[in-house]
């Protein structure tokens, strides 16, 4: 059972950074793909940025050059370091891990960024 907690979130002004991080009840080695998506109000959900077991990131054309999604083994945890930060980032980030070894699927409960001056 993998539990995602998720912080970091909060109100900052346009062109400041963040860094959310999504702590995983799960060893390392047992998730293949970690992930972070948003959504604001009123869009689909959507891709912001995703890292595998062996290092591949993979990031949106709306984020890419401003992010940047990492992994720490030991804790257990991967971070999002957001850069730049526009009003049109604005919304509820939420963590993901695919471990399909374990049948697991995961997605944790969210963390608003709101960008604003």
């Known amino acids: 059972q993998v539990q995602l907690v998720e912080s970091g979130g909060g109100l900052v002004q346009p062109g400041g950074s963040l860094r959310l991080s999504c702590a995983v009840s799960?060893?390392?080695?047992?998730?293949?793909?970690m992930s972070w998506h948003r959504q604001a109000p009123g869009t689909q959900r959507e891709l912001v940025a995703s890292?595998?077991?062996?290092?591949?990131?993979n990031y949106a054309s709306t984020v890419k050059g401003r992010s940047t999604i990492s992994r720490d083994n030991v804790r257990n945890t991967v971070y999002l370091q957001m850069n730049s930060l526009k009003p049109g980032d604005t919304a509820v980030y939420y963590c993901?891990?695919?471990?399909?070894?374990?049948?697991?699927?995961?997605w944790g409960q969210g963390t608003q960024v709101t960008v604003s001056s």
């Open positions: 799960e060893r390392i080695f047992s998730i293949n793909t």
């Open positions: 993901r891990v695919i471990a399909p070894m374990i049948r697991v699927d995961t």
């Open positions: 890292i595998t077991n062996s290092g591949t990131t």
